[in-house]
């Protein structure tokens, strides 16, 4: 939703300083269908003209990019681009397969031919595009007229499409933008930040990464993993809308319940392993894939899956080691205890009382002795007052 945010706001500026167009530069595999709409319905009501080109030369715009770019009211592509990919498709870590839901097909032809008729594009091309997934260059897109222009810089385009009349909610304006500066819009820190964490990949990290950190916090409190899980899950909420597939949270939660109960068990069993494997699987069925939510390639989504399995590897890997130092600390015997009677020679004199560093067992400690210590003589650990060694001369 931070680029439909930032584009509103985009526009808002446009209109409000006097600017001849919006430039959206597209090279994307898709994205949220809501955020779509929502940059849609903005470029059907703008006050100012939208131009999207699909830059740099060999990116794609697919799916989601598709769609807004048949919306633009100018419509151009660099060479070696490609568009198209636009048919619904439902993913699973499983796999994935072609919606055939008339529903879903028929809504989001809709979108696209709707809008492609309403800027005098090819309407056949466009409802291939979802219908029968169609790619198309930028050669055989301006050939078949899904597109009105091919330019390899934004200078060349600017010139190009000077004098064009534009048909706008508000009636018919002529472009104005031959040897026109160009001011890039840079998001605000709130949008570029929610940009950066709506990123399924990164917000399915974040959400995998907090977990086991909270998992860590709890087992071993006081190292601030609490802290650190709490703020990454947080933000994962924030980036994903808090729209959570619910199979999903219900893995992660079972998963996160088994490695505690691990922790609290000797060794590190079937039940560790099992909730390392769920929290992984939650992980990628954590971001809802139906197709009405989202519209991505193929291509990202293998991608994305590939990364949080990876991830996931990483840091149960991670977790696993710190899991296995907790446990051995926690088996070891208690010092205190053990200690007492042992024999330590202090290197230096010290007053009755006065606290000084010893060496026991390879170790620096704090000791004191009532009677005072005497460098080079044997000493008896008889106490501990909390990190302090209580000393007695050990006498034969």
């Known amino acids: 939703m931070a680029h439909a945010d930032a584009f509103a706001d985009a526009l808002e500026v446009a209109s409000r300083e006097g600017y001849s167009a919006v430039l959206v530069v ?11 709409l929502r940059i849609i319905e903005r470029i059907d009501n703008s006050p100012v003209p939208v131009v999207a080109y699909v830059y740099p030369a060999g990116t794609t715009a697919w799916s ?10 100018v419509a151009a592509m660099a060479p070696n681009t490609v568009i198209g990919s636009c048919q619904p498709i439902s993913y699973s870590p499983l796999g994935s397969a072609p919606v055939e839901d008339d ?8 979108v696209m031919s709707t809008h492609a008729e309403s800027r005098n594009r090819n309407l056949t091309l466009a409802r291939d595009f979802v219908v029968k997934n169609a790619n198309v260059d930028d050669i055989e897109a301006y050939e078949y007229g899904a597109i009105e222009y091919r330019a390899d810089s934004v200078a ?10 534009v048909l706008l909610a508000s009636g018919v304006v002529t472009l104005n933008t031959r040897g026109a500066a160009v001011d890039v819009y840079s998001m605000r820190p709130r949008e570029a930040i929610l940009n950066a964490i709506s990123d399924p990949t990164v917000s399915s ?4 990464v907090g977990l086991f950190a909270l998992i860590y916090g709890f087992s071993a409190p006081g190292h601030g993993g609490e802290i650190l899980g709490g703020i990454a899950i947080l933000l994962a909420l924030i980036g994903m809308g808090f729209d959570i597939n619910v199979v999903s949270a219900v893995m992660m939660v079972i998963g996160a319940i088994l490695l505690i109960y691990e922790l609290a068990t000797p060794g590190f069993g079937i039940l ?9 699987f939650g992980a990628l069925f954590l971001v809802p894939f139906s197709p009405e939510k989202w519209a991505v390639s193929g291509d990202w989504y293998s991608t994305f899956t590939y990364m949080i399995v990876a991830v996931g590897i990483c840091v149960a890997a991670l977790f696993l080691f ?9 088996r070891r015997p208690p010092i205190v205890g053990t200690m007492i009677g042992d024999i330590v020679i202090p290197t230096e004199n010290a007053r009755p009382g006065e606290v000084i560093f010893v060496v026991y067992r390879g170790e620096y400690w704090q000791a004191k002795s009532a009677e005072g210590i005497v460098a080079g003589k044997k000493y008896r650990i008889s106490g501990k007052e909390g990190v302090v060694l209580v000393l007695e001369e050990s006498r034969p």
């Open 103 to 110: 529903k879903i097909i028929n809504a989001l032809v809709a």
């Open 322 to 330: 710190a899991a296995i130092k907790v446990l051995q600390v926690r």
């Open 205 to 208: 990290i974040l959400f995998l």
């Open 26 to 36: 597209i090279s994307t595999p898709g994205g949220s269908v809501d955020a779509m």
């Open 156 to 165: 060349r385009l600017l010139e190009a499409i000077d004098g064009r009349a």
């Open 272 to 280: 560790g392993i099992s909730g390392v494997v769920i929290l992984t």
């Open 64 to 73: 989601a990019g598709t769609y807004i770019l048949m919306a633009s009211h």
